[in-house]
């Protein structure tokens, strides 16, 4: 036999040895355990009020965060495809279906749309609620999926649908009043005309409404096919999603944010998760800071100081040629919360674009929806540290 076809006859006898050695470890070890790669909390975080066998401490300052943590491998895992977890809401222009009046709760989620609610109403967001799966959800699912012992299979499979549960109703209504309608003013379309503002308020009915509904304005629209967006009088009812974040017992130990996932979460005293949300972070790989950070500013409601050797690529930044203050509201750059950082000019904040949180777009800071941000203030305090992971 030639030397070459030799050599490769022994590859393959080892190689066939190696897989036979697997097998057998396969059946002598049963279901067996697994390392799994988490870039997340301990795998033994809870929520306050739920038990942990191996509850995680407090990082130290320094102290390296644990990577890799041991989870058991569910045996009988069946894993949905997202076709078969697709909600109405993601497939055509009809509402979703609601549950009847006479349900009870909390009960089991039925679809993706339910799940997304559920989510939010545990303070695990999975961005805007649109009824459609993307990053921002399975990044949601895998969290809470980790949270209960599941594999984080990242979509909604039989087991999570068991344990995953509405609290309250599905939908809500929403009553336009006529201080929601007299604080709707157009945005400016320059720097100058924003800072000319009494309020950068919002624009729209439907995009205050959507904001309470932590939802697409799609959504809202799909929910409501009978309101007029353009012509809504005081008293008129919307349906709009059930989400209201649990009001927090006491402040956050620590926030971790995932660069490489863009989503950040705040944990308590014992390493007990408190919120997911999905942020935005630097677009220039060299503006995103990594390691320990601290809270040093909690603003909310704030005003925005535009800065134009901050916006170079702006001529009309460069031909303003000075610094202008824009007014507080929802449609401030900052959105309606500031929690500045210990390095200077990066912070964590609202921003007036929900739907396009978890991107890589900002100028360093970390973007959250304005409603993630209100209840990012009521978790942190000043000196309260921030890891932040590759």
Not at 96 to 107: K, L
Not at 149 to 159: Q, Y
């Amino acid at each position: 036999m030639p030397v070459q076809e030799a050599k490769s006859a022994k590859r393959r006898r080892r190689g066939g040895d190696f897989l036979a050695v697997l097998l057998l470890a396969a059946i002598v070890g049963g279901t067996g355990w697994l390392w799994w790669h988490e870039k997340h909390q301990p795998a033994s975080s809870n929520r306050k009020g739920e038990t942990s066998a191996q509850p995680a401490k407090v990082p130290e300052p320094h102290q390296v965060i644990p990577s890799l943590v041991l989870v058991q491998r569910q045996p009988e895992l069946p894993v949905v495809s997202t076709d078969a977890v697709s909600s109405a809401v993601s497939t055509s222009n009809a509402p979703p279906e609601t549950e009847p009046v006479t349900a009870e709760y909390p009960r089991p989620v039925k679809n993706l749309f339910e799940a997304q609610v559920a989510l939010a109403q545990h303070a695990i967001s999975p961005g805007a609620i649109d009824g459609a799966i993307g990053s921002q959800t399975r990044a949601a699912l895998a969290t809470f999926q980790r949270l209960q012992g599941l594999f984080p299979s990242r979509v909604l499979d039989t087991n999570t649908k068991s344990v995953l549960k509405l609290e309250t109703p599905l939908l809500r209504d929403y009553v336009v009043t006529s201080n929601d309608l007299a604080r709707l003013q157009p945005l400016g379309k320059t720097w100058l005309a924003k800072s000319q503002q009494s309020a950068l308020d919002y624009e729209t009915i439907l995009e205050l409404v959507a904001e309470r509904g932590h939802a697409y304005q799609s959504l809202i629209e799909k929910l409501n096919p009978d309101v007029d967006w353009n012509n809504v009088a005081p008293g008129t009812i919307v349906k709009i999603p059930d989400v209201v974040y649990p009001e927090p017992d006491d402040k956050a130990a620590f926030v971790i944010i995932h660069l490489s996932d863009k989503y950040l979460e705040a944990f308590g005293t014992e390493s007990n998760l408190l919120a997911h949300f999905p942020c935005s972070i630097a677009a220039k790989v060299e503006k995103r800071p990594v390691g320990e950070l601290h809270v040093a500013v909690i603003a909310p409601n704030p005003n925005y100081t535009f800065d134009p050797a901050i916006f170079t690529d702006s001529p009309e930044a460069q031909a303003i040629g000075h610094k202008l203050v824009l007014p507080p509201g929802p449609n401030n750059p900052v959105g309606v919360a500031w929690i500045g950082l210990d390095k200077p000019g990066y912070g964590m904040h609202g921003t007036p674009g929900p739907e396009q949180i978890g991107r890589t777009e900002s100028h360093g800071c970390f973007r959250l929806a304005n409603w993630d941000a209100e209840y990012l203030v009521k978790l942190v305090w000043v000196g309260m540290p921030v890891y932040v992971e590759p």
